[in-house]
């Protein structure tokens, strides 16, 4: 509510980005009064030309590339060239030829070298583009890694939001000696991989094979709803209920203990999460029943894919089947050993199957401190080898003793191996260091991070190394650092950074940005093991793509101070509230109380106001030693400065929405479903997801509202419903009964829409009993 400065930043950046978009212009929202944060996560930010004399840096938040030259004595810039909205990737390939990602114009700018540099062409290419490398012959070939949607995708690469088992990971193939007569350039192929949107990409040497991996690939787990889990509400005889019957199909009935908080409480019917346990082929939850008849579909979790970059045109080397599966649940970065040709995958593993935050005491289990781990996946042939890099945790234990993050290294990125295969350097974004690994112990697991002589961390005097580069003709290694937006320069002899050669690229970020980032990615101060961060789910300020049972059963009922739409049954927060899936830390600001319930309410405060999202988030203090397993919360003023940071962030452009912002076909039919006739009982769908973007309602002004639920929810907004594709097939329960309930098979995603993500598509949600006549009927 009292954001609205920033809301008509957030609007001035959205329209200038759809004008760079139509366009193929740069440096729009520099041009507008504020800066606009939209945070997006750098995936190759360096890149070295061939003859080794030129350092190319993306300067992300300044829509710029730096070009420097590369001597003796250090780095001198000599160039600085406009290119599209938040460039995350770099590649060079040639001496004078350097391609970048544009990550929010949906662009690729060719910048030429000779004479003065300056972008020559722009390709267009699908939504949200993320990395790019050379391969095929001569290196000729452009691959860059996109998702299936945008504007900017051809008839013959529909998005199909709404069809089962659609592969949603693109890779763009251009011949770089042959762009296409049109404006946009026109691909040799664009590759379709099973997977949801993909984030890295990696090279053989020899150019012959390109690896391709899925950003939030997940972990082969889902939530099955309430209605599924057909819980009993017989919560005094302290016993895990026995099967029960759902429309003829056997459940095993109810959820784990226990079934009431610390003061004696009963909780809400909630969903549960379950994991797929490949050996015997089950839905597993923590007690080892087997809920296959909850879930009807299968997650083959397929992470990295093989690509044949000399094919004609390029393709995917064998079947799905042949495909790397089971790399990690967040993939950021690869490399290819050049020794060896093994490829290292930096990623993260999710814990989200162990329930409760907090001490544990009442429920038994907790992830505190325990969430994502950091690891690097070797792949070998066919095997897929996870290295966890951090096994020195002993996570049962919170605090951890002081030291234990010293041994740590959180969100490794950006990777860098040597010519000869026998040292990998890895950027810890949440750790401000490089960790320095021996390549064979590394793949052998017998490195160990708590021996001084185990890994060497090279410490940086900024925060956030995304991507690193060597230079082994200097003795070098380039690290792009994001939180001070510099390169920096270590020396990979004396394993130190070079203070004196370090260059700061020009920020036009004001203080509140770059003094609040850290406390969202900075491990070892913001927990006590060094590898726990809000970003560990919290990918890059965005989510994870899964869901979590965060309750605590060790904590007393809140009061529900929010204001309500509709009405109905007990609207306070019982604090065992089952799985939710992570939101988006995007576009909180005039949203009012934050998570699914509004739970997060400075309303409880006194005198507090349940709108105010200043207040709203500062409750999130707690989860700093309750979720992240620090010591203690932050104090007011860093607390402040993170909430500063945090109400900035906002959501790129709709990927879905014509460029020149109409509306076309169906969207035209669901715009008038939005705005007619009542759906529900009493209101259409505006009545309860406000949209009013001048007063920055974008589906919702903090209001709660009775949804059929067994919990209260506040009515959530509606601007990343595009990235929850991808999870189709749902059983039969009493409360969503519309649609195929038929077993679905392979899909890309583990969770969906609502709270619990256990919904598999708009369609069935708006065909269940709660509205009043079947609007999927209608659509
Ligand atoms: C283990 C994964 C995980 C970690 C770590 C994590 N979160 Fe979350 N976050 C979630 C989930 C799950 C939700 C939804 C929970 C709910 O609705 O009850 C969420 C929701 C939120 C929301 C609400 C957004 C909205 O639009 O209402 C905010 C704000 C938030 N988290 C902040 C933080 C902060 C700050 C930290 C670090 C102190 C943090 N989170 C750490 C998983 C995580
Ligand atoms: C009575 C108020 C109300 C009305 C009317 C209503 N909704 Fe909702 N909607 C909610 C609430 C509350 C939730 C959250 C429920 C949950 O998470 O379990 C929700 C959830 C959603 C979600 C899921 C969002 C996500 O990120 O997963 C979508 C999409 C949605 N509604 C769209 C619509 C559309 C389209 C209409 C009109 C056809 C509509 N809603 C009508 C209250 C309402």
Redesign the pocket.
Known sequence: MQHSARVQAARGGWVAGAFALVLGIAGLAAAANSFVLFESGQVRPLALSPDGTRLFAVNTPDNRLEVFSVGASGLAKIASVEVGMEPVAVAARSNTEVWVVNHLSDSVSIVDLTGTPQVVRTLLVGDEPRDIVFGGPGGTRAFITTARRGQNVPVSVPPLLTTAGTPRALVWVFDATNLGNTLEGVPLTILQLFGDTPRALAVTPDGHTVYAGVFHSGNQTTAVSEGAVCDDSNLNDNLVPGPCNIFGVTMPGGMPLPERNVDGIGRPETGLIVKFDNPSGQWRDQLGRNWNNAVKFSLPDLDVFAIDATANPPAQIGLDSDQYAHVGTVLFNMVVNPANNKVYVSNTD???EVRF?GPGVVGGST?RGH??EARITVLDGTSVLPRHLNKQITYSVVPSPMGTADQSLATPVGLAVDHLGTTLYVAGFGSQKIGVYDTSKLEGDTFDPAVPTGVTYVPLSGGGPSGVVLDEAHSRLYVLTRFDNSVSVVNTGTLSEELSLKRSLYNLEPASVVNGRP??YDAAF?SSNGE???????VFGD??S???D?GNPDNSVLHNPNPIRVPGPNPNFHPM?G???????R??AN?G????????TAGNDPGGNPLDEDG??KK??A??SD??G?SGPLTDTEMQA?TDF?LQETYPPNPNRGLNNTLVGDQKLGHDLYFGRVTDTVFNCNGCHVLDPPNGHFGTDGFTSFEHETQMF?I??LRNAYQKVGMFGMPQVAFLSGGDNGFKNAQVRGFGFL?DGSVDTLFRFHGATVFNTSIAERQ
């Open positions: 999710a814990h989200n935050e992830v969430l994502h406390f969202l913001t726990a961060s809000c970003s560990s789910c919290h989510f994870d899964l869901a979590w965060l509230k799985p939710m899936t992570t939101q988006s830390l576009g909180m949203n109380p934050m998570h699914w319930r509004g739970d997060r709203a988030f999130f203090n989860a700093f979720l992240l620090r993170f945090i506040k959530p907004h709270h």
